[in-house]
């Protein structure tokens, strides 16, 4: 993401040290991103990665471990449209880990009242626990996409149980949103070949993000999160917050929370329109 130095090399560790702690994930995520190296190389022999999102994460996962699209910085070098880069007067904003009765309703406020809609990736879960929240982010217009049942680190699961946690979440957010979801976020961001499969038997494409606020850093405030973010501000550029904090640390979502209404008023004064992925304009995205 921000660049390829060492400090941002641990981006997918941070993610795994943040959410659900299944067992040993975090060191694993950290040995993973040891592989990026060989995925550089395979970018330098065949340019065409770079622009054949799907295909090429399924490549670079073959080559070099799931960790690979869990790295920022490679994955925007590598993968522009499975890190969502779109249209550079816009910014798509999208929002994981909800729908959650305290913090989701806060969100979509702010939303609302500055007439904005954005993507949020659910946990069927979640959806499970709170069906008419999910209904009701939808019915404002909001676009729903899936970020599987549990919050879990796909790559330790097979393609069976991988492909029932998507499968049961995707069905659970069309019956109770009546609208089927075509866009995954693997959670940590992380893809495997089952994932791959997972989401392409349901009509999912995998995206993932360009910039985000890391709301679960120890002692986050509204203004770090709000720089973290604007670090990869860019136009074109995809954004991640948490509308929830049931994976993160206490305080992260009021965090992100106050980023969001930080974030809005600075793509406002640079003059940059805010939607949904939908929106967003991503070359080639395949949109089933
Ligand atoms: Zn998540």
Redesign the pocket.
Known sequence: MRDTSPATATDSGSAGVR?DKPGGTARRVLRLAAPVAAAARVAADAPVVAVAAAGAAALAVAQAGPGITGFGPVRRLLFPRLAGYGDPTHIALTF??GPDPESTPIFAEVLADRGIRATF?M?GRMVAAAPQLARNVAAAGHEIGV?GWD?RYLPLRGLRETRTDVRRATALIASVTGTRPTLF?P??GVLSGPVLVAARELGLTPLLWGAWGREWTAGSTPESVFRTLAGDLDGGVTVLL?DSGC?SPAGSWQAGLGALSLLLDDCERRGLRIGPVAEHGIPGLDRN
């Open positions: 959410h994981d880990d990736f946990l970020h919050h976020r959670p940590y948490h994976t």
